[in-house]
Every structure is written in structure tokens, then in C-alpha cells.
């Protein structure tokens, strides 16, 4: 190989393996940066809503998970007086969030839309979050749990 | 300009008019015209960096479908292939250039790359015989059996039948896409040259068909200077170009379907015989040689309608069959796939064929008490034989299969168009907005004119359908009344077609 051909060979190879390796680094950071920008020291839970199973989750569920994953009904645990952030997303059809022992919501959950609530709970205790969309079958059975910890527990 | 022992001397100035058989309607070499367009298709780098882009596109789509929300209409991988390129490829691509898509596509790159061991320069082993590059892997030669389209018919069948899962699941559709590179790699190091693209890839066969009526056409200048051309760079490869990648050898061809438009012949060529020509669209004197390809056109006919009525039609027992994994109804699936399936391999071509006898008893009947003059039977143009007018009957089929399907995307793509913008912001349904456009609204564009640009595209089809049956029925039988009436059971379809098409559309 001449030099000039491995130079343009060089170059090339440089600018595939940039993209492989520079694409989900690029993504990963964008999005680790949207969501610390969110949170702003605050803890942040992310929590799935899923028709077919009838669940509030933080399991991920996303393109590849999915199909086969099991998500295991959501348990999210506080402290009282401690300020924390909700991301609720759908992924499937329409459903909607709301805790009504605290008189939160309820809001639409829109599938493959994130909804941020900022939330700060005072009285220890545990608060069901529920769906208030008839969303499919297995709606009913669309709870999760907030368990807000007092001091000294 | 040193001369090269290899490059024929001649001069090109005192030939007389160059050999192009191919060329009968209004032609222009665009290479000649503009000068910077065939330097910019003979840059070595040009490919690559056609490449790179789509690349990148594409392994982000990937990315997206197993990181992004499972959502279909939220996440990029569905919203721009499905809707913005599939629209792009069918409607722009295709009618005006042709396999353009191929010079650009990222699915067999990173097999042909491996297969070259380089990304924009060439390897050049001066043998005295045969290819002239050296190709990494085994080097096998595909075999005869399967030098065909049939593979690529079934694939496609195949896809089409899924192609509810398709279209709405990220996850599916980065599934196939990732096996289509991955099987594209594994054939690369196996077989000789693209045998991926050229009998394989699902999206191939329609691109080769549909094509055949495009504007862009590559072809040799002259065939006279190939016959004279003792290198054959164009499909051996030179020191400046890759041999063939589609194993298409340019002095002899007269029709678009297997050249992928990769420009490596108009690099290693050494005498600059290859041209970029341009023709209006809807060329009449190409044909269709082989029934797998005239099943190829049954096939995409038969498949616009069945999409059109389970998108757009009133039945929803059939859209609910399509839609499996909504319903779960395995059994009306599997009604759904044999239905289609025996649509387009059995019931759609026994009904053509049929037709095809009728125009072959109509116009001998009708010709019978005229006098057949005696030079058109001398140059065969007598007594066409059932399998020479099946098939050269069938290619008109290929701009109205392609105007109808032209005619089917345009309600997906105005109707699901604001999610593009939408999707632009948020590609991954992470809750990003990067342009601010995340929460645009959807919005069908200009509902009541998508009706009307239907009809107008589908009797665009049929006129030109119509235009080219005429040409093929003068070429058959040389006789104004046999070429009426032998046309006439074909126009009958044509037109029925469209008729139907028409009234699902339109309601
Ligand atoms: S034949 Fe298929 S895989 Fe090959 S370049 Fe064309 S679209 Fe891509
Ligand atoms: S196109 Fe091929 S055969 Fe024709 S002159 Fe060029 S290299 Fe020779
Ligand atoms: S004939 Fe072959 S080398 Fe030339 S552009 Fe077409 S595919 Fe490429
Ligand atoms: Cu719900």
C-alpha cells in the first residue's frame, strides 16, 4: 500500500470506529446529564407503566426489555421531608398517575412520554399510586407503593 | 495523459455514432453534460462517504430500538424508516434514480469492507486472468440454482406477511435490519462479491423491479469500444476500481435491475465508456426476461393492495388477522398469511396468465384474415409464443405496481408526518427535546388533498402502463388490429386495477 492510500485508509477507519464507539457514549451522556440537571441533588425514580402485565415498575422497561422482561410492581422508598423527582412514562397505551391518599394527580401518562413530578412528602407512611385509565385488562391491578420513611426508622 | 498498455488507443473523435442499443427514447449522458458530477462519481471516496452517514443513521435507529421506548410512533427507528424513509425511497428514489438507495446503504458495508480489507482505496493484483482485486474470505462463486430472485421474493414475502410486527415494534425491526447486516457479513466472507444484495436482500427485488422504469440509468457509452476492451475493468476490476460488486458485466446491459449503482465501473473502466444516463421516467423498452422477476411484479402489486385495505380499507376482521400481536389470533393470522401468500404465488398469475392465453386467442382470431407481411414473421414477430407475452406483459405492470404503491404511502406519510417532527427532538422517547419540537401535536397533513394526489398517481400508472402495453403489442405483432385486440384483455386488468385501487382509496 502506498502511503497516501493508508493514510485515506487510516482516516477512514478513524472516523467508522469514532462513530461506534462515540454514538451510545454520546447518548449515555446526553442523557445522564438531562437527568442530573433534573434531579438537582434530589433523588430520581423512574417508573414504567405497562398494560399487558398491569403494573407501576421501575424495572426498565425499553426496546429490548420489553418482550421478556417480568416487571416486578414498583416500590419506591423516601424520607419524609426529603424533596425527590417522579419520571413516569408509558410504554404501551395511555394511562394515567395519580396517589390519592396524598391528593396527587391524576396526570396522563402518555406512551413514549416522560412525565416529571417533583415531590416532596412530610407524614411517613405507605401510599399506593394507581392508574386511573381503564388501560386494558389488567387494569385494577395497576398499583405501586410509596414508602415514605420517617426520621429515626 | 500517459497511455497505459492496457487502455485502448483509439481515439473516440473519428468513430461513428456509438453503439447503445439500449438507448431509443429521449436519453442524456449526465456524465458528459456536467463534467464535476462524473469526477465526483469516479472520487474514490465518494462511496464511503455515502455510506458513512446512513451508517451512522442506521446504528443509531438500532441503538434507539433496544435503548429507546418500546412505543413505535415514539421512537426513531420506526418513525424514520418506516414512515420518512420508506416515503423517500418509494416515491423519490426509486422513480427518479433508481437503486440510488444502494450506493448509500449501510447493510452490506461492513461485509464488503471486511471482503476488501479497505474502505476507499483498491487492491490490485496484476494477474493475467480473471479478477483483478483481491477479495478476503473463500472466494466461492454463488451457486447456478440460485442465480435468480426467487430468494428474494420469499424473503420479502416473508417480511410483508410480519410486516404488522414490523412497523410498529422497534425492537422487531432492529432485529432484522442487524440480520440483515449480519447475514450480509457472513455471505461477504463466503462468497465472492455482493450475493447478499444481488440475491438476497428483501429490499433488493422491489428495487430492481421498480428500477427498471426509473430515470437514472448507468450504462456503457459505447458497446462497440467494450467488444475492443481487452481488460474488462468494469467487471475483472483495474488498478483504479473494485471488479463489479454486483457481478454485472456493463458491455451488454440494457436494463437497471442488478446494477446497485456503486460507480466502481465508471472508476476502473479505463477507457471512461461508463455513462450516468437520464431518461424521462417511465422508459417502454426495457423487459422483464424471467419469471421470477415477473413474479416479483405480481407479487408488489398484489402486496399494495393487500396493505392498502388492511391500512386504509373498511374490513377490520382482515386488519384484525394482520395484527396478530394485538390479537392474538393466531388462527386468522395464519387465514391472513395463506391468503396472501396464495394471492400473490398462485392466484394473481394464474388469473394473468389466463388473460395472457385470452390476448393471445384475441389477437390471432382477430388477425386471421390479415395477411401477416412476411418480413415481420421472418423477424419473429408472427406468432408471439405464451411465455414471450406473459412475460413481456408483464412489465407494465411494474409503474403501476410502483404508482400504486407511490399512491398507498402518501396517506401513511401525511398522516403520520407530524411524528417525524416530533421524533427529531425525542428520538429515543427518553423525554429529551432537543429542537424544542418534542411536543408538536399530532396532526394529519392535508388530509382532504391526499385523495386527490392518489387518484392522479394511480392514473399516472395507468396511463403509462397503458402506453407501454401499447409499445409491447406493436413490438409483438407488428399490426395495428392484432395489437389492439391482443392488448386489449391486459388493458381490461390494467384498468380494473386501478378502478380498485381507486376505490379504496377514495372511499
Ligand atoms: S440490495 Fe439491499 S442491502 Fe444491498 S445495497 Fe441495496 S438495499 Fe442495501
Ligand atoms: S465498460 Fe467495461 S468492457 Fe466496456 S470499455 Fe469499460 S472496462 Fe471495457
Ligand atoms: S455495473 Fe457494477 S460496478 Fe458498475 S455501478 Fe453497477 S454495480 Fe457498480
Ligand atoms: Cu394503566
Known sequence: MRWKDGLKEGVALATLLLVFVGLPWALRAYENGQVRRLATGRPVFTVYANAAFGTWTTTPLVGWTYFWRKPEPAHIQVRAGQPFVLRITAVDVHHSFGIPQLGIGPYDVEP??????????????????????????????????????GEGQ | MSVRPDVMTESVVDRPAPKRPYLKGRWMDLGERVRPLQGLLRWRSFQFLAILPNLFLFYFFILAALWGTPVGNRNIMIVFV?????????????????????????????????????????????????????????????????????????LFLTLATFSALLVTRPIVSAFVLGGMIVLALGLALVFRHRVFCRYLCPVSGFLGLYAMTSSVALRSRDWDVCVRCPTKGCMLGSENGWGCPWMVYMGKLDRSNYCGLCFECLKSCPNDNIGLFVRPFGVTETRILHLDEAYKAFIMLVLAAVYSVTLLGPWGTFKDWANVTETGDWRGFLAYAALVWGACLVAFPAMYGLLVKVSQWASRW??????????????????????????????????LGLLAWIAFSLPLFFVNGSYIVSVLSDPLGWGWDLLGTA?????????????????????????????????????????????????????????????????????
Open chain 1, 112 to 149: 413514549g412520554r416522560f412525565l416529571k413530578l417533583e415531590l416532596k412528602v412530610d407524614e411517613p407512611g405507605l401510599y399506593t399510586f394507581m392508574c386511573y385509565t381503564v388501560c386494558g385488562r389488567h387494569h385494577e391491578k395497576m398499583m405501586g407503593t410509596l414508602e415514605v420513611v
Open chain 2, 82 to 154: 418506516w414512515i420518512l424513509w420508506w416515503f423517500i425511497l418509494i416515491t423519490l428514489w426509486v422513480p427518479l434514480a433508481g437503486r440510488l438507495w444502494c450506493t448509500m446503504c449501510p447493510i452490506p458495508a461492513l461485509g464488503e469492507w471486511l471482503q476488501r480489507l479497505r474502505l476507499v482505496t483498491v487492491r490490485f493484483a496484476s494477474k493475467a486472468k480473471g479478477f483483478k482485486n483481491v477479495l478476503f474470505g473463500l472466494n466461492r462463486k454463488w451457486p447456478r440454482a440460485l442465480d435468480n430472485i426467487w430468494l428474494q421474493n420469499l
Open chain 2, 366 to 399: 382477430r388477425g386471421r384474415r390479415v395477411l401477416v407481411p412476411a418480413s415481420a414473421s421472418a423477424n419473429g414477430a408472427g406468432e408471439p409464443d405464451f411465455r414471450t407475452l406473459f412475460l413481456r406483459f408483464s412489465y407494465p405492470l411494474v409503474p
Open chain 2, 439 to 507: 411536543h408538536v401535536p399530532w396532526k394529519p397533513l392535508i388530509p382532504e388533498w391526499v385523495p386527490v394526489l392518489q387518484a392522479g398517481v394511480l392514473l399516472g400508472g395507468l396511463a403509462v402502463a397503458l402506453r407501454t402495453g401499447w409499445a409491447i403489442a406493436w413490438e409483438l405483432w407488428r399490426d395495428p388490429r392484432r395489437a389492439r385486440w391482443g392488448l386489449a384483455p391486459m388493458a381490461g386488468l390494467w384498468l380494473m386495477v386501478t378502478v380498485g385501487f381507486l376505490w379504496l382509496f377514495t372511499g
